[in-house]
């Protein structure tokens, strides 16, 4: 069974008094586990964008809390260090009035070598129907949606893919570029793909072990941006090769080592941390090189659209990636994304909670 929601009467129905796009196309959800975003299309990715409307108007309220998971258990099972992550997972499902289990595998049996599979059918016998899972082995969570019998939601696996990050992102700059008007340009039927088409965006930074970037290359092509990666050679292997296959299937992207050409006129500048806990020795000369040659500066920001803005996933390196004054800036949205964090989750937590599908 399929849950079929209209894009935006999706979250009415589930926060109930909450406005909903009358005109909007019905939009089936149909993904019982969100691994990646790679499988969502155009219109499941404006579901998701339109739900999370719906959430931040519930965030709004004087008591941010509605019953739309009551009696549910989310259970978090982080294989990884997250400040982030974690906590808006949480926060999330208490708003959603879900029952929330914490785990910190440091502290589980998974310290005395219980494998992940024993792990997973250990908090489903314990009640669990959500799983959030984050792990730092690519395909972690594929593994667990196989065992699990209810939906599973990757926190980040690995290099591979962080789905959530992407969507909030995508929330992020959508609501940003839109305006003060985006909902009532939602309401009216504008789609993220006619805001970001031909908005020029750039990642900056490892991309090489950046789960963050992987994603949001699927989210950002997929709403028509002119994306660009961006950073040293050796932080940038392989992306050449997946952008001569994407433009094939019509997803185009660029990538070059040249910063000034990246940021020239951007619309938004997105740097990564340098993730040293899986940095490779010879990767980078050093630090101090890197933030001297890929830093993302004033003087460097001055060359993007003035009022360009400035994102970064955090947890950030400041004065390596990202100057402090750049991160703490006007133009910086970081601290957005934080707080569109939750409100995505909670879009993402019901969509899902509302699936029976079998994959
Ligand atoms: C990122 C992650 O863990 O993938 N952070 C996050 O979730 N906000 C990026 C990073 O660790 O650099």
Redesign the pocket.
């Known amino acids: 069974m399929s849950l079929v929601v209209d894009p935006a009467e999706a979250a009415a129905v589930a926060v109930s008094s909450v406005g909903a796009a009358p005109e909007s196309e019905a939009v089936a959800w149909r993904h019982r586990h969100l691994l990646d975003v790679d499988r969502l299309s155009g219109a499941e990715l404006e579901l998701v964008m339109r739900t999370t409307d719906a959430m931040r108007e519930v965030l709004a309220r004087p008591i941010a809390k509605v019953p739309t998971l009551r009696g549910r258990q989310v259970t978090i099972l982080f294989y ?6 974690r906590v808006s997972f949480e926060v999330a499902a208490k708003n959603l009035s879900a029952d929330v289990v914490n785990i910190a595998a440091a502290s589980s049996s998974v310290s005395k070598g219980e494998s992940l599979v024993d792990t997973v059918r250990t908090v489903e016998a314990l009640g669990a129907q959500l799983l959030v899972m ?1 792990h730092s082995v690519s395909g972690a969570p594929y593994l667990a949606a196989e065992v699990f019998g209810g939906s599973v939601l990757n ?2 696996d690995g290099w591979h893919a ?1 789905p959530t ?1 992407a969507l909030l992102d995508l929330y992020t700059i959508r609501e940003r570029l839109g305006g003060e008007s985006q909902a009532a340009r939602s309401r009216a039927g504008a789609t993220t793909e006619g805001l970001l088409a031909g908005r020029k965006i750039v990642i900056l930074g ?1 991309l090489l ?4 970037a992987r994603s949001n290359i699927w989210t950002l092509t997929a709403s028509g941006a002119d994306l660009w990666l961006c950073g040293p050679p050796t932080l940038l292997r392989g992306f050449e090769a997946w952008a001569s296959r994407s433009s094939v299937a019509g997803r185009r992207f660029q990538v070059t080592t040249s910063v000034d050409e990246a940021l020239r006129d951007a619309d938004v500048v997105m740097a ?2 340098i ?1 040293r806990e899986r940095m490779a020795e010879g990767l980078l000369p050093s630090l101090r090189e890197y933030a001297a040659r890929y830093g993302l500066t004033r003087e460097r920001l001055a060359l993007a659209r003035p009022g360009a803005l400035v994102m970064h ?3 950030m390196n400041e004065g390596v990636e990202i100057a402090p004054d750049v991160a703490a800036g006007v133009q910086s949205v970081i601290t957005d ?2 707080t569109n ?1 939750v409100a995505v989750r909670m879009a993402v937590l019901y969509l899902l909670a509302g699936t029976q599908v079998p994959a």
């Open positions: 990884e260090a997250s400040t982030r992550t984050r926190g980040g962080h990050q490892d072990h950046s789960r963050v990564l941390r993730q996933p955090g947890p994304q934080v964090g």
